[in-house]
Structure formats: structure tokens, C-alpha cells
């Protein structure tokens, strides 16, 4: 038996992590790749997971979804969704939220089609697993999905294979069977990564809809502090495996308090041009788990690291924005204008 939890109320969070750690078995020491990642995410609410390649953002996603491999990834720390504890849950339990209340659009749709068979049938079967509802019957509720994520002549694209379609069509098509579902909780891993830049809108618009008309909350993975700015209600900086800076995007953006958060604000791609490959304003890579430096893993790329950033850093915490970082308020704005320049509120 799995102990409830408090009874749920429509206005708590329909997810709260708390404390996950993650370690994966390798051919010498277990290496730990998330360490100790708590957030919420609220009724209709869109929360922004951002950080590098490498920060841990896919692994904090599939080890809250029961989607890693158990003989080599070891998981603690509690996820509870809609008031249950899920990482306990069987795994037959576990698929039934995944496919019905939990939806996951990842980064490549390729992975989650099947070359195979046509748009239409996957969209079907998705809907038959969880729905008793005829052949007929989903078919047709495919086309209209089709329609409501935009595609062109969705009763011709629902015959379609997915190599007969462009990226941004295909990726349109997963998010149609990530709605399928009705899912209360939308997970989108960089969904617009592999798209041109206005197709990346539109997908972006199709997500925004999503939440409005569904009431959908949504976690939106991205690199691109751009789209962290358009979308997100709610933003976690992960770095090196751990929560770095967390707020609202208001907090985040117009009073950030941590240094790599300033990097990648300063690093916003231009709205027009080219985009730049690598982050101007943050030289050097980041650690892989089995490298950390000991103390802040940000302090060895920081240009405002002093003495005690060689231990681990104490998180700063007023009104819901958090930091993991050594540098007083006080001295935040003057550090800050440094990179970002002296615009900002220092409220
Ligand atoms: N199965 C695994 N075994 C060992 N290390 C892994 C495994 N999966 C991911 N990692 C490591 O965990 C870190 C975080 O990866 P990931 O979550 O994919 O980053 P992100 O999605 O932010 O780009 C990376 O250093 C990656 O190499
Ligand atoms: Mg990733």
C-alpha cells in the first residue's frame, strides 16, 4: 500500500518534488547526476527548466516520470503528483498516469513515432489505450487533434507517415497525441530545439493555447533564456545537477540573483541574425557528475568567485526566489551591472 498524502485541493500544486537525487552506476563510482532538486508546479502554471546541455534537466524529467532504467539509476527524494506519491507506484499504475494525466513531448519527435505506421494510427492507438472509444470513433477525434495543433488538411495529413512530414508537422503531430489525453500535466523537453525559428513560435503559441483553453499546467526544458522569457510563469536555473536560482520570471529576469543566471541572460540570442553557438558571456564548459569541483560548481567559470566559493554555497531565500551562491545581497546589483548592465531593478 502507498500512503496517501493530505487530501488533495484544486489549488495545490499538482506536483511537488521534494529533495530528488539521482545517481547512476558506472564502470568505476556510482556518479550522483541530480542532487537534491525540489520544486512545485502549480494548477496552470508554466515552469521553465532551464540550464545547459548537460545540467541535468532530461534526467530530473525522467526520473520524475519512473522513465529510468532501474538496474543502473538509483533515485531518492519524493515526487507527488495530484497528492500521490508516483516514484512507489507500480510500474502498471505508473504507465496509466503517463499515458492519461501525464503527457511527455520529447526534443526529437522522431523517437516517440514510429516510422512504420501512419500519423493518424499512432494518434488512434494512443487514444484506445486509454479511452474506450471505437476505431472509427478515434480516428476521428485524430483529425480533429490534428486540426487543433494547426496542420494543414488534417484529414489528409492523418494518412500521412511521419517521414512524409517536415519537423515542424511532425512535431505538431506528437503534440496532437500528447493531448490526446487531456493530460493535466504536460512535460515538454526542448520541443522547439530541433525547429526553425517560426515554427518554434508556432509551437510555442500551440503550447501557451494549450493552458489557456485546457488549463494544462506545463514544464517547458529549454537552454534558450529567449523562450524561458515568453513562456514561463515560473523558472528553475539548474547547473551541474542542482537548483541554482529559482523565482518567479519576474524575479528571474528583472532581479537574478546568481552569476550563471546572468550569463545566460546576457547570452539571449538576438531576436534577428544568426544565433551564436556558444554562450558569450560564460567561458569554459560545464562539469560532467563524475568532475564537480568541489564547493559551487559554477566557481571555477564564475569572474566573481572569491575565497569561500570553494565550499559548498548557502541558499539565499526571501519570498519564494532562491540562490545557491556566496554573494551577499547587497553586493548583487553592483556585480550584476557588470554583465548585464545597471538597467535592471534592484528591487
Ligand atoms: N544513463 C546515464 N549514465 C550516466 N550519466 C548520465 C546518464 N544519463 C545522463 N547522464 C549524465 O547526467 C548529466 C545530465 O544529463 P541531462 O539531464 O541529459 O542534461 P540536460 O538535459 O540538461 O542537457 C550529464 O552529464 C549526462 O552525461
Ligand atoms: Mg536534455
Redesign the pocket.
Known amino acids: 500500500m502507498i500512503p496517501p498524502v493530505a487530501n488533495p485541493d484544486p489549488t495545490d500544486p499538482i506536483l511537488r518534488v521534494g529533495g530528488l537525487t539521482v545517481s547512476?552506476?558506472?564502470d568505476r563510482d556510482p556518479?550522483t547526476?541530480?542532487r537534491d532538486v525540489s520544486f512545485d508546479v502549480n494548477p496552470g502554471e508554466i515552469l521553465s527548466i532551464v540550464?545547459?546541455?548537460?545540467?541535468?534537466?532530461?534526467?530530473?524529467?525522467?526520473s520524475i516520470l519512473g522513465l529510468?532504467?532501474p538496474r543502473?539509476?538509483t533515485t531518492s527524494g519524493s515526487v507527488i503528483f495530484k497528492g500521490k506519491r508516483i516514484l512507489e507506484l507500480p510500474d502498471r499504475e505508473m504507465r496509466r498516469i503517463r499515458g492519461r494525466e501525464i503527457a511527455l513531448i520529447s526534443q526529437d519527435p522522431m523517437t516517440a513515432l514510429t516510422p512504420v505506421y501512419t500519423i493518424g494510427m499512432q494518434i488512434a492507438e494512443q487514444i484506445r489505450a486509454h479511452q474506450s472509444i471505437s476505431r472509427r470513433g478515434a480516428r476521428k477525434r485524430a483529425v480533429e487533434l490534428l486540426g487543433e495543433v494547426g496542420l494543414p488538411n488534417p484529414s489528409e495529413m492523418v494518412d500521412r507517415f511521419p517521414h512524409q512530414l517536415s519537423g515542424g508537422m511532425r512535431q505538431r503531430a506528437v503534440i496532437a497525441m500528447a493531448l490526446s489525453c487531456n493530460p493535466a500535466l504536460l512535460v515538454a523537453?526542448?520541443p522547439t530545439t530541433a525547429l526553425d525559428v517560426t515554427v518554434q513560435a508556432q509551437v510555442l503559441d500551440l503550447l501557451r493555447r494549450l493552458r489557456k483553453d485546457f488549463g494544462s499546467s506545463i514544464i517547458l526544458?529549454t537552454?534558450d533564456m529567449g523562450v524561458v522569457g515568453e513562456m514561463a510563469d515560473r523558472v528553475l536555473v539548474?547547473y551541474a545537477?542542482r537548483v541554482v536560482e529559482s523565482g518567479t520570471a519576474e524575479q528571474i529576469f528583472d532581479d537574478p540573483w546568481h552569476p550563471y543566471t546572468w550569463g545566460l541572460l546576457a547570452s539571449i540570442p538576438p531576436l534577428r541574425g544568426p544565433r551564436p553557438e556558444r554562450l558569450a558571456s560564460i567561458s569554459g564548459t560545464?562539469p560532467?557528475?563524475a568532475n564537480l569541483p568541489p564547493g559551487c560548481a559554477f566557481a571555477p567559470r564564475c569572474r566573481f568567485r572569491f575565497e569561500p566559493c570553494s565550499n559548498p554555497p548557502p541558499r539565499y531565500k526571501d519570498d519564494g526566489h532562491t540562490a545557491l551562491c556566496f554573494i551577499p545581497p547587497e553586493d548583487r546589483p553592483r556585480l550584476r551591472a557588470t554583465v548585464l548592465g545597471g538597467e535592471r531593478s534592484a528591487a
Open positions: 547512476f552506476a558506472t556518479v547526476a541530480i540550464g545547459e546541455s548537460g545540467s541535468g534537466k532530461t534526467v530530473s524529467l525522467l529510468t532504467d543502473t539509476t523537453d526542448e526544458i537552454h539548474m545537477g560545464p560532467t557528475p
